[in-house]
């Protein structure tokens, strides 16, 4: 899974306010990407300078790995 990039939307919704939270940073420098820790996968949004986090959702159970078996329906 590439890292994608963040809109401002985007960060506007997460309650990020550029101007007060990352002053001089612009959406261009946030993405959203898998991150294994310890408590399994996520999906966060994260600023690149400085690695901090300003979103995370829990994430597929096997992380960016797809397995061929998924979407397979075996009924």
């Not at 959406?27 to 898998?34: G, H, K, L, N, T």
């Amino acid at each position: 899974m590439p890292r994608e990039e963040v809109s401002e939307e985007d960060l506007h919704a997460l309650g990020v306010d550029l101007a007060r939270d990352f002053p001089g940073s612009t959406a261009a420098d946030f993405r959203r990407y898998p991150v294994l820790s310890e408590g399994g996968w996520f999906i966060a949004v994260k600023h690149q300078r400085t690695l901090e986090s300003v979103a995370r959702e829990p994430g597929p159970l096997l992380g960016p790995i797809i397995l061929a078996s998924d979407g397979l329906d075996v009924n």
